[in-house]
């Protein structure tokens, strides 16, 4: 028996005996001249009872009265609502919460040194939680069409423990312990993973505070990106010492109502000021390993990608040799020709940043950094399918050219994504935004996008014709191999984290389950 099954009169005594034990004991071994009298509760049965939902009932309960979670076979899954569309999460969703709130209100008083009798009141809260049947709720998700490791939709039911899944089935029958959804309609796919955007809502990664962090977290987790790398921009290295140390230290204490930081992409500043774009040329310098591992032991590890411009130094092989080990190399707004991207790939940079942007251009007898990509299988190439960075057509070309197992979606975000048209800033750099087109004031190159990773996923299946297989795929599972954390991210699948994003047919947002709970 738990303590929701106890009896409330026990349970009100127990709180009534506590707080008088202790005060009486409290009044013998204090000194004489100070008392303590208890004026009693004021607030007897300050008991609230808040019944949310309907509680589930079995049909039939075995004998034990708490038996597991079982596969049924084949067609005889529960009793589920046939519903058109996806379903409304606050109508399907099964569970009881209670609250219990009890409020002791207490007076002392000086015997001695005062001769005015007086009060003031201590209150005491004895009891003030929310109590679930489980303190990790435990969720089943119903009669979806969920994206498996198989990178196909299939009918399946998802059972999640705490923060991970712990089963898929075809059909799973729930107890009274879990909650249970009811996701007719919908397909459910992971939490997406965005290794390469700036900030949003207004901040941005490089204003360094944990509160920019916090806050960009909280609204890609509310869009259903559940997994981060924010990206810095070409700053002093000192300046991004300081944000890579406040990354480390924000994510000893992630928000659990945000994404998960997951790593740091370094665009700057290893770069060319001839493909700069929006980067601070002022702040540009040759690759260097000592400043990359001062940059390495400032984020205590956090760092997954360092970008560079092979044709900037003559020790970029050098660098590449050196670093490939500690951090992943990505060639970054380069002006590399083919021999010298080919060179930094054979050598063990696995990276493209935002594939065509910010490079020089694919053509047949001059294929640059794009034909080395194409080239060196090992190497996974970011790409941004705003509407706006690259036509179409191009999108559709790298998928077959490089295969969809080595593309990465990604949004390059900056502050103003969720905000009006302004003018906004990146890098220390102007920004205009209108619409979904970001550009730098000062030459109206591109300055980023305003487009969230779940944005750039629909746009990509609805106006580029990718598979939406392809889609998700690209902006779950295969960021999360490039970031080394497909072990716990980027698949539906038991022993992962609990991250599951329910679209509808039209792939709008019906719900985001983060780390087994309903946002």
Not at 367 to 374: D, E, L, N, R, T
Request: with cysteine.
């Amino acid at each position: 028996m738990g303590i929701l099954s106890l009896p409330k009169t026990i349970l009100m005594m127990a709180c009534w005996a506590i707080p008088v034990l202790i005060s009486t004991y409290a009044v013998q071994i204090l000194p004489v001249n100070f008392g303590f009298g208890i004026s009693g509760p004021v607030f007897l049965n300050a008991l609230l009872y808040n019944k949310t939902f309907k509680r589930f009932e079995p049909e039939e309960e075995s004998a034990a009265g708490d038996e597991d979670w079982t596969v049924s076979p084949e067609g005889e899954s529960g009793e589920n609502t046939e519903n058109e569309g996806c379903s409304d999460p606050q109508n399907s969703i099964i569970k009881e919460k209670q609250t219990f709130f009890f409020i002791i209100v207490s007076s002392s008083y000086f015997r001695k040194m005062t001769q005015d009798l007086f009060f003031s009141f201590e209150v005491a809260i004895l009891y003030n939680r929310q109590i679930y049947r489980r303190m990790e709720q435990d969720m089943i998700i119903q009669n979806g069409s969920v994206f498996t490791e198989k990178n196909t939709f299939e009918p399946m039911d998802i059972l999640t423990e705490g923060a991970f899944i712990s089963a898929l089935s075809p059909s799973l029958k729930g107890r009274p312990k879990e909650e249970v959804y009811d996701a007719s309609g919908c397909i459910l796919i992971p939490g997406l993973v965005d290794l390469h955007f700036h900030g949003c809502m207004g901040y941005d990664f490089c204003d360094g505070t944990k509160e920019a962090i916090r806050e960009i977290a909280r609204y890609e987790a509310s869009i259903g990106v559940t997994a981060i790398a924010p990206a810095t921009m070409t700053l002093p290295v000192e300046e991004l010492e300081d944000i890579l140390r406040t990354a480390a230290e924000y994510k000893k204490e992630q928000n659990p109502k945000g994404a998960d930081l997951v790593g740091v992409n370094m665009e700057g500043p290893f770069i060319s000021p001839v493909k700069k774009g929006a980067q601070d040329e002022r702040n540009i310098m040759p690759c260097d390993t000592d400043i990359c591992q001062r940059f390495l032991d400032a984020s205590e590890g956090l760092v997954k990608f360092v970008g560079l411009a092979p044709e900037e130094s003559e020790d970029a092989v050098a660098f590449v040799e050196a670093m490939k080990d500690k951090v992943n190399i990505s060639l970054a707004h380069t002006n590399a020709d083919y021999a010298h991207a080919k060179a930094a790939f054979d050598a063990g940079a696995n990276h493209a940043v935002h594939l065509f942007n910010a490079m020089p251009a694919f053509t047949h007898r001059e294929p640059g950094v794009v034909g080395a990509v194409s080239d060196s299988a090992h190497v996974m190439a970011e790409i941004i399918c705003d509407g706006v960075h690259i036509h179409p057509s191009m999108v559709r070309a790298a998928f077959k050219m490089m295969g969809a197992d080595r593309m990465i979606l990604i949004s390059d975000s900056m502050r103003a994504t969720g905000m009006p048209d302004g003018q906004y800033t990146l890098g220390g750099l102007d920004v205009k935004v209108v619409g979904n087109h970001a550009t730098l004031v000062s030459d109206g190159a591109l300055a980023g996008s305003v487009t969230n990773l779940a944005d750039c996923m629909r746009t990509v299946v609805k106006k580029m014709e990718i598979p939406l297989e392809t889609a998700v795929a690209c902006a779950t599972i295969n960021p999360a191999k490039s970031l080394g954390i497909e072990d716990t991210y980027g698949s539906i699948a038991p022993g992962k984290k609990a991250n599951i994003v329910l679209l509808d047919g039209n792939l709008d947002l019906k719900m985001v389950i983060k780390d087994g709970r309903e946002l």
